[in-house]
């Protein structure tokens, strides 16, 4: 198991804790970009090589909500696909740190301005991410 901080990804600054089996494991992050909304993450991971620095892909979903801003606003949510491509480095023993590109696409938003009815953007959007990982 690792514990970690992250900054960029799915928000400005998360919380991280990874459960591996073999080559494998589970991410889950949780997050905030501005302390009025949180994101909440949850990835497959898949690590390639043996050696201190790895090539690492998955796949997972994210959910962002935010706080209303006005009071005829609603808090709004986000539901995305995320596939995280990079490389995990174990700096030392115990201590791994990582550079990851996540490449993003929406599936669901319900905006928090209810009047707000554009539809989703469907493009693919790519969120750089470092880490710091510590494993217990």
């Not at 991971?45 to 706080?67: C, D, M, T």
Request: hydrophobic share 45%.
């Amino acid at each position: 198991m690792r514990f970690g901080v992250s900054f960029g990804g799915i928000s400005t600054v998360a919380l991280s804790v990874e459960f591996f089996r073999d080559a494998r494991s589970i991410d889950i992050g949780v997050g905030t970009w501005s302390f009025r909304d949180i994101s909440v993450s949850t990835t497959v991971r898949q690590y390639f090589g043996a050696s201190n620095a790895r090539p690492v892909v998955g796949a997972g979903l994210w959910l962002a909500a935010a706080a209303p801003s006005a009071e005829s606003e609603r808090t709004g949510f986000a539901l995305v696909l995320r596939a995280p491509i990079g490389l995990d480095w174990a700096v030392a023993d115990r201590h791994a740190t990582g550079l990851v590109l996540n490449v993003n696409r929406g599936l669901w938003v319900k905006r928090s301005d209810p009047e707000d009815d554009l539809p989703l953007n469907r493009r693919l959007v790519p969120l750089p991410e470092l880490y710091y990982r510590f494993t217990r």
